[in-house]
C-alpha cells in the first residue's frame, strides 16, 4: 500500500502565514495608539515609582525595582522588571512602554496559536475524530488567534501601560499551557509525566511574578481536563498525574485562599470600596452580560475605560436584570455541561470565560469593571464561535463559518482601529470618554484634569473649560471628592476665592461613604498642595476631612501616614503624629518606606536612639543593597541631628499603591 502524499508545502505553512499577516494587521492597528499618553495607575506603577526609574546596572536598583510591590502584599517583580528596563533604556517616553505592551501582546498570540493547535491535537486524540485534519484544525487555530488580537476589548491590556501586568502574566499562563496540552499528549498514551509538572509549576511562578491573575492557569488545564479527558488516560483510567497536579496546585491553593478570604472579605464593606460583598456579586453577574456583549459584538459607543457609573445591584432585583443576568449565566453553564460529550470546545469555551472571572467578578473586592480583565476569558467566547460555526456545529453550512468569521474579523479590525485612534492624544481620549460616559465621575475628572495639564500658562481658555466641568459635576451625588479638590486647586491657581461649601461637602463625602482610592489621593493631594503653598493654608477644613476619611478608610495606610505628618507640622501634636508612624509600620511592617518614614520623624523630634535603633531594622530589610540610597541618606541626617546641624522635618514618602483595579 502506498503511504500517503505529504501535505503540499502551501498547505502546511498557511496557517502560520495567516498567523504572521494577522500580527502585522494587528501592529497597523494598534499603532496610533503609540502616541498616547499615561492614564489612571500609571503614575502609581511608573511615571512616579522612583524604584522603577532605574539608570544603573547597580544589582541594588534592580532589586529595589523588582521588590517595588512586594509590601502590597504582592510580588510582581517581572512586570516592575520590565517597567524598570523600560526606563533603563527610554526614560519617561510613553511610546515605547506601549510598544513593548504590544510586543508582549504578540508573543502571547503566538503562544495562543501553539495552544490551541495542542488543545485540538489532544481533542481528535481523545475523541478519535479525524473529520479534522491537522492543517485544517492549525487554520482554525490560527483565525481564533487573529480574532483575539484584534479584539477591541482586549486594547485596554496594550494601550494603558499599567495592564502590562495582566498582559505579561498571560504571556506565562499561554506559554504554560501549550506545554501542559502538548506534553499532556504524551501522558495520555502513557508517557511520563515529569515535563507536565515541570511546565505548570515553572509557568504560574513565572505569572505569578508579573500579577496575580496568573494563579489560574491550573484552573484552566482543570478545565481543559473535565472537558476534553476527563482526568483520563487513553486505557481509561484516571491519570494519576493530571489528577494530583491539580489537587498539589489548585485545589489546595484554593482551600487556602477561601480561608485567608473569609477572615475579612465577609465583612460589610469591602476594603475601602462602597459596595458590600453581596452587592458585588449580585453586580458582577450583570457585568459578565455585558463583557459577553463587549466582547463578541463590540460597540464604539460602550468601549471605554472608566465603567465606574455602573451602579452596583442592591439586590436580586434591584435592578431587575441583575436577577435576569444570574439566570442566563446559570443557563450557559448548565448548557456547556450538557454539552460537554457532544461539544466539549464549546463547554470549555464557556468554562475557560467563567474561570478568567473566578478571580475577579468573585469575592476579592476589586473594582466591579474593568475591560483588560477579559484578556484571557476572551479566549473562551471565540472558541465557543470557533465550536458552534465549525468544530462542532449544531448545523452544517457551508458558507456560514467563513462569511461569520470574515464579518466578525471586519468587525473586530475597524473598531480596535477606532480606539486606537481615540488613545492616539491623552485630550482626543479624555473628551471620548467624557462624551460617552456623561454619568462617570472619573471621566468628567479625567477631562478637567487634561484640560489643566494641557494649559500653557494661567490665561489658557482651557482652564476656564475645566473650572465649568468641575463646577458642573463637583455637587453631584455620587462624584467622589476628585471634582472639589481639582477646584479647590484651580481657584487657587487663578487667584480666585475657595468657597466654603466645597470643604462642607468633602468632609460630608467622607463621613457617609467610605473613601475610594480616588478620594483619598484627593485628601492627600489637598494636604501636599498646602504644604506646597499651591493652595491657600486652611488647617481646620483639612483637619476635618482628615478626621472624617481615617474614619471611614478602614485603615488606610497612605491617609494614616499624611495625617501623621499633619499632626507634626500643622497641629504640632508629635504624639498623635508617632501614634499614627507607628501604626503604619505595624499594619505594613515589610514596607521599607513606611519604616524609613518613622526613622525620619524620630530624626525630627530628636529621639537619635530610637532612630538609630528603627534605622538598624531598616538595615534588616536591606537586600542586595535595594535600600542602600535610603539607608545613607537616613544615617547622613542622623549624624548631621546628632551634631545639631540639621533642622529635620520629616519627608513621608508614600510607594506607589498596589493594584486594586
Known amino acids: 500500500m502506498m503511504s500517503p502524499a505529504p501535505p503540499q508545502p502551501s498547505r502546511k505553512y498557511a496557517a502560520w502565514l495567516l498567523l504572521a499577516a494577522f500580527m502585522v494587521?494587528?501592529?497597523?492597528?494598534?499603532?496610533?495608539?503609540?502616541?498616547?499618553?499615561?492614564?489612571?495607575?500609571?503614575?502609581?506603577?511608573?511615571?512616579?515609582?522612583?524604584?522603577?526609574?532605574?539608570?544603573?546596572?547597580?544589582?541594588?536598583?534592580?532589586?529595589?525595582?523588582?521588590?517595588?510591590?512586594?509590601?502590597?502584599?504582592?510580588?510582581?517583580?517581572?512586570?516592575?522588571?520590565?517597567?524598570?528596563?523600560?526606563?533603563?533604556?527610554?526614560?519617561?517616553?510613553?511610546?515605547?512602554?506601549?510598544?513593548?505592551?504590544?510586543?508582549?501582546?504578540?508573543?502571547?498570540?503566538l503562544f495562543l496559536f501553539l495552544a490551541l493547535r495542542a488543545l485540538f491535537e489532544l481533542r481528535r486524540t481523545v475523541r478519535d475524530d479525524s473529520r479534522a485534519s491537522a492543517a485544517s484544525a492549525a487554520l482554525i487555530a490560527a483565525l481564533i488567534t487573529g480574532a483575539w488580537l484584534l479584539l477591541p476589548i482586549n486594547l485596554t491590556a496594550v494601550a494603558y501601560v499599567s495592564q502590562r501586568l495582566e498582559a505579561l502574566a498571560n504571556l506565562f499562563v499561554l506559554l504554560g499551557l501549550w506545554l501542559y496540552l502538548r506534553f499532556r499528549l504524551r501522558v495520555y498514551a502513557g508517557d511520563g509525566s515529569g515535563k507536565l509538572w515541570a511546565s505548570l509549576?515553572?509557568?504560574?511562578?513565572?505569572?505569578?511574578?508579573?500579577?496575580?491573575?496568573?494563579?489560574?492557569?491550573?484552573?484552566?488545564?482543570?478545565?481543559?481536563?473535565?472537558?476534553?479527558?476527563?482526568?483520563?488516560?487513553?486505557?481509561?483510567?484516571?491519570?494519576?498525574?493530571?489528577?494530583?497536579?491539580h489537587v498539589v496546585l489548585l485545589l489546595l491553593p484554593f482551600v487556602a485562599g477561601m480561608l485567608w478570604l473569609s477572615t475579612w472579605a465577609f465583612t460589610g464593606v469591602t476594603n475601602f470600596r462602597q459596595f458590600s460583598t453581596l452587592q458585588r456579586l449580585y453586580t458582577e453577574a450583570r457585568v459578565l452580560i455585558d463583557y459577553v456583549y463587549w466582547t463578541l459584538l463590540p460597540n464604539l459607543d460602550v468601549l471605554t475605560f472608566y465603567h465606574d457609573d455602573i451602579a452596583a445591584s442592591q439586590g436580586l432585583l434591584q435592578p431587575p436584570t441583575t436577577l435576569l443576568s444570574i439566570l442566563a449565566l446559570l443557563a450557559a453553564g448548565l448548557l456547556a455541561l450538557w454539552q460537554r460529550a457532544r461539544r466539549p470546545l464549546f463547554c470549555l469555551g464557556v468554562m475557560w470565560f467563567f474561570a478568567g472571572h473566578s478571580m475577579t467578578a468573585t469575592i476579592v473586592p476589586l473594582e466591579l469593571v474593568f475591560e483588560h480583565r477579559n484578556y484571557f476569558p476572551s479566549i473562551g467566547l471565540l472558541l465557543v464561535?470557533?465550536?458552534?460555526?465549525?468544530?462542532?456545529?449544531?448545523?452544517?453550512?457551508?458558507?456560514?463559518?467563513?462569511?461569520?468569521?470574515?464579518?466578525?474579523?471586519?468587525?473586530?479590525?475597524?473598531?480596535?482601529?477606532?480606539?486606537?485612534?481615540?488613545?492616539?492624544?491623552?485630550?482626543?481620549?479624555?473628551?471620548?470618554?467624557?462624551?460617552?460616559?456623561?454619568?462617570?465621575?472619573?471621566?468628567?475628572?479625567?477631562?478637567?484634569?487634561?484640560?489643566?495639564?494641557?494649559?500653557?500658562?494661567?490665561?489658557?481658555?482651557?482652564?476656564?473649560?475645566?473650572?465649568?466641568?468641575?463646577?458642573?459635576?463637583?455637587?453631584?451625588?455620587?462624584?467622589?471628592?476628585?471634582?472639589?479638590?481639582?477646584?479647590?486647586?484651580l481657584s487657587a491657581r487663578l487667584h480666585q476665592p475657595i468657597e466654603h461649601v466645597w470643604w462642607e461637602r468633602i468632609s460630608a463625602e467622607l463621613r457617609e461613604h467610605a473613601p475610594s482610592q480616588t478620594d483619598i489621593d484627593s485628601l492627600i493631594y489637598l494636604y501636599r498642595c498646602q504644604r506646597r503653598g499651591?493652595?491657600?493654608?486652611?488647617?481646620?477644613?483639612?483637619?476635618?476631612?482628615?478626621?472624617?476619611?481615617?474614619?471611614?478608610?478602614?485603615?488606610?495606610?497612605?491617609?494614616?501616614?499624611?495625617?501623621?505628618?499633619?499632626?507634626?507640622?500643622?497641629?504640632?501634636?508629635?504624639?498623635?503624629?508617632e501614634h499614627m508612624y507607628r501604626d503604619v509600620v505595624a499594619i505594613r511592617p515589610q514596607?521599607?518606606?513606611?519604616?524609613?518614614?518613622?526613622?525620619?520623624?524620630?530624626?525630627?523630634?530628636?529621639?537619635?536612639?530610637?532612630?538609630?535603633?528603627?534605622?538598624?531594622?531598616?538595615?534588616?530589610?536591606?537586600?542586595?543593597?535595594?535600600?542602600?540610597?535610603?539607608?545613607?541618606?537616613?544615617?547622613?541626617?542622623?549624624?548631621?541631628?546628632?551634631?545639631?546641624?540639621?533642622?529635620?522635618?520629616?519627608?513621608?514618602?508614600?510607594?506607589?499603591?498596589?493594584d486594586t483595579r
Open 201 to 245: 509549576v515553572i509557568c504560574t511562578l513565572l505569572g505569578l511574578a508579573a500579577k496575580e491573575s496568573a494563579a489560574l492557569l491550573p484552573l484552566y488545564t482543570a478545565c481543559a481536563e473535565f472537558a476534553l479527558t476527563g482526568f483520563r488516560d487513553r486505557n481509561g483510567r484516571y491519570s494519576r498525574s493530571a489528577v494530583s497536579i
Open 534 to 577: 499651591d493652595c491657600p493654608r486652611q488647617p481646620a477644613e483639612l483637619l476635618d476631612a482628615f478626621v472624617a476619611g481615617l474614619a471611614k478608610s478602614q485603615g488606610n495606610v497612605n491617609l494614616m501616614e499624611a495625617y501623621g505628618e499633619f499632626a507634626l507640622l500643622e497641629l504640632h501634636d508629635a504624639t498623635l503624629a
Open 385 to 489: 464561535l470557533a465550536s458552534l460555526l465549525e468544530i462542532e456545529p449544531v448545523l452544517r453550512m457551508r458558507l456560514a463559518a467563513p462569511a461569520t468569521a470574515l464579518c466578525l474579523l471586519a468587525l473586530f479590525t475597524f473598531t480596535t482601529y477606532l480606539r486606537a485612534e481615540e488613545w492616539s492624544h491623552p485630550l482626543r481620549l479624555a473628551y471620548s470618554e467624557a462624551l460617552k460616559r456623561p454619568d462617570s465621575a472619573r471621566a468628567q475628572y479625567m477631562l478637567a484634569h487634561t484640560l489643566i495639564e494641557g494649559a500653557r500658562d494661567d490665561a489658557s481658555p482651557l482652564l476656564e473649560k475645566s473650572m465649568a466641568i468641575l463646577r458642573r459635576d463637583a455637587m453631584r451625588p455620587g462624584q467622589g471628592i476628585a471634582p472639589l479638590q481639582a477646584l479647590i486647586y
Open 25 to 109: 494587521v494587528t501592529v497597523l492597528v494598534y499603532a496610533p495608539s503609540l502616541r498616547g499618553g499615561y492614564l489612571f495607575d500609571d503614575s502609581y506603577y511608573f511615571v512616579n515609582n522612583q524604584d522603577v526609574h532605574v539608570s544603573t546596572l547597580e544589582i541594588g536598583d534592580w532589586t529595589r525595582a523588582a521588590i517595588s510591590q512586594a509590601g502590597m502584599n504582592q510580588f510582581r517583580a517581572l512586570s516592575m522588571l520590565s517597567f524598570a528596563a523600560n526606563y533603563y533604556f527610554t526614560g519617561l517616553d510613553p511610546y515605547w512602554l506601549k510598544a513593548t505592551n504590544l510586543a508582549i501582546h504578540l508573543g502571547n498570540g
Open 591 to 658: 514596607v521599607a518606606v513606611y519604616r524609613a518614614n518613622l526613622v525620619e520623624f524620630l530624626i525630627a523630634t530628636s529621639r537619635f536612639d530610637e532612630a538609630s535603633k528603627t534605622l538598624d531594622e531598616l538595615r534588616a530589610m536591606n537586600h542586595l543593597g535595594a535600600l542602600d540610597p535610603s539607608i545613607a541618606r537616613l544615617e547622613e541626617k542622623l549624624q548631621q541631628a546628632r551634631s545639631g546641624t540639621d533642622a529635620t522635618q520629616p519627608r513621608t514618602d508614600p510607594p506607589a499603591n498596589g
